[in-house]
């Protein structure tokens, strides 16, 4: 069970592994905290990379579906999941009567045209 054994069991890295230290570089400026841009040359770098070593472990995805993945994994208690419920639900009645009270001026507008 040599050095191989013993390295791989605190995390090290084989030396045929290759890492992309761009993807775990310093903050730049103007971004968020946490966010990293990537420039176009990086993605078709890093692109290039992964096809040329046929390699499927970069996935490539739009923030879209970066938030649509959070929001699905985030564990919510009964009563979030009730008072988002009930929250909906007021909003809905809120535009409701909206819609009621622009109809009935609508309506009392056009009963005084005619």
Known sequence: ?????????????????YVDESLFG???AGTKAGATVV????????????????QTDAVI???KDMERIKE???IKTKEQ?????????????????K?????AKMMEMDAQRS
Do not use: F, H, P
């Open 1 to 17: 069970m040599g050095s191989r054994a013993s390295q791989r069991s605190k995390g090290g890295v084989s030396k045929n592994s």
């Open 26 to 28: 310093g903050k730049k």
């Open 39 to 54: 420039s176009m040359e990086e993605l078709r770098t890093i692109r290039s990379k992964t096809e040329k070593n046929n």
């Open 61 to 63: 995805i739009t923030q």
């Open 72 to 74: 699905a994994t985030t």
């Open 81 to 97: 999941l009730a008072q988002e419920k009930r929250l909906l639900e007021e909003q809905k009645n809120a535009a409701l009567a």
């Open 99 to 103: 819609s009621k009270m622009r109809k």
